[in-house]
């Protein structure tokens, strides 16, 4: 397998492991092959400028994982794999954690997040972080996806003149263009999703309080998630086995239990398609047009002839609309950002929401190319304590979506709903969804159905999508990588 050729590309972490196993490939020569694709189609002239930060010592990493293996001893089917991570998320390393900020780029975390730990007990590689959209789109209305102040704009790897999709998009597309074998973005509201969908991979956000979000620059307690941005459905959910667990430090957690188990071997099932009840909302589906139609006349003869059913449901955009939840967003977002800045160290230039915005004043001309509105917004209200009315009342329609949602699948005894775009009720309500390459559009862009479970179901939702996925065998390739 060597290093620039189509099967390191396009490899999934499962056949990298393959190779692995096979004395085909190390750990090293797979850290150096992502190395030169991104010395060649990221850190180029008009690059895709996903990656926004190198892990000085992954090489070395690898080398003392190689060694592991030679020994005899192998952690898992992510040793030696290198992932990248949202620029969200806390290493304890050489790498800066800054949400993409300018006022945030000298933080050298004091502790690994809690997904970090895990996937590097599971012998994963810390390869780099991604950029993204800065403070996951909490800085400017009119701030493009893909966009942060330290790191410039992310570029989709299918089509420079469309949206990569926010917030997560160095993520999402250094996963489509092979720049690693996998990468972690998080979501509030579509930041996995979106930007999965719009660069042809997939997409997953678990469920609330499956994995541990501590160690992650928050947006809010209620709705920030972790998850995994894969190049196939048994990618993300070996990756989602490595994330999952309780955590001490995460109160989201503890209503799982002690040390529940995600299966992902249950995704592997060639036949999971057979007896699955899919609930679809039809009309949605009847005024689709051109190659999104043809998609998704595809995908639904696929689940048909492999045994599934599908089921007419009520359309779930009804349950909540985006107005009512916002007061979640602005409510918590001032107090969980604090209360993350007063982890680090206290030599950090930024240590408060304040001195965040009073940084990016002083450097304007570099900081605040789309303005910080939203973030003087949070700051000016007095909505820290989490007792605004507004805030409690948005915590009672969550409530209430929540029952409404459960109340669907139990009524019409389905065990995923397909939806022809994101929804806001899934993550709205913390129940876990799935993004799936389906095809290409006319404007070259990827296109993706979106697949909501039960909550704590992802073992049949990931099932289900494996099945489909095996059905189409739709694989989204940049033109711009295809022939390397």
Known sequence: MA?????????TIVELQE????GRLTSRELVLCYLERIATFDRCQDGLNAVLELNPDALFIADALDAERGRGHVRGPLHGIPVMLKDTINTADKMHTSAGSLALADNLAPYDAHVVSRLRAAGAIMLGKTNMTEFANFMGENMPGGYSSRGGQVLSPF??????GGSSAGSAAAVAAGLCAAALGTENYGSIIYPAMYNGIVGLKPTMGLVSRHGNVPTTNTLDVIGPMTRSVADAALVLAAMAGRDENDPATWAQGEGLPVDDARALDPDGLRGARIGVHRPTWDVLEGAKAAAFGALRAALEDAGATLVDVEDVGTLIAESDI????????KACLNAYLATLFPNLTCTSLQEVIAFNDRHAERALRYGQPILREVQDETWGTL????????LAKRE????????????QRVDVLLCTQPEFVAPTTGFPSLTLPIGMGEDRMPLGAYWIARRYDEATLLRIAHGAEQRLGVRCVPEMISAT
Not at 5 to 11: F, K, L, P, S, V
Not at 400 to 411: Q, T, V
Request: with cysteine.
């Open 387 to 394: 007792t605004a009315p507004a805030y409690l009342d948005a």
């Open 3 to 11: 290093c620039g050729a189509a099967g390191i590309r396009d490899a």
């Open 159 to 164: 089509n420079r003149d469309r949206n990569p």
């Open 326 to 333: 916002n007061p979640i967003f602005f409510c918590e977002c």
């Open 19 to 22: 190779a692995l196993i096979a």
């Open 400 to 411: 209430r979506a929540i029952a409404a949602l459960d109340g669907l699948f139990e009524a």
